[in-house]
Nanobody, 127 residues
């Protein structure tokens, strides 16, 4: 699966951005999809995940209530709406595809389930 993330940019603190991730393939609607981020000098961390149907979503504590993950299976696209952005949200954001979503529990908040990764899009939040 090829993943193309877009929508990053420079925004002031308190502002909003919406990231998109377009996926190739005809079985996108069966994938779990996730967003991760990597800030300078830090390890990549989980941000959000959405199940294949869109009914189940998961968020890290640091973004819960500010970010919203969604998907459009007809367009093979997953989104990350980011509101109330903070300087500490500055990072390269990656989307990832879980092609065999049989994991459950805390593993869903890690990189373990994911098979394919996009190239990343940079989000910079100025104070």
């Amino acid at each position: 699966v090829q993943l193309q993330a877009s929508g990053g940019g420079l925004v002031q603190a308190g502002g909003s951005l919406r990231l998109s991730c377009a996926a190739s393939g005809r079985t996108f609607s069966t994938y779990g999809m996730g967003w991760f981020r990597q800030a300078p000098g830090k390890e990549r961390e989980f941000v959000a995940r959405i199940g294949w149907s869109g009914l189940r979503t998961y968020y890290s504590d640091s973004v819960k209530g500010r970010f919203t993950i969604s998907r459009d299976n007809a367009l093979n696209t997953v989104y990350l709406q980011m509101d109330s952005l903070k300087p500490e949200d500055t990072a390269v954001y990656y989307c990832a595809a879980d092609r065999r979503p049989y994991y459950s529990g805390s593993i869903l908040y890690t990189e373990i389930p994911y098979d394919d990764w996009g190239q990343g899009t940079l989000v910079t939040v100025s104070s």
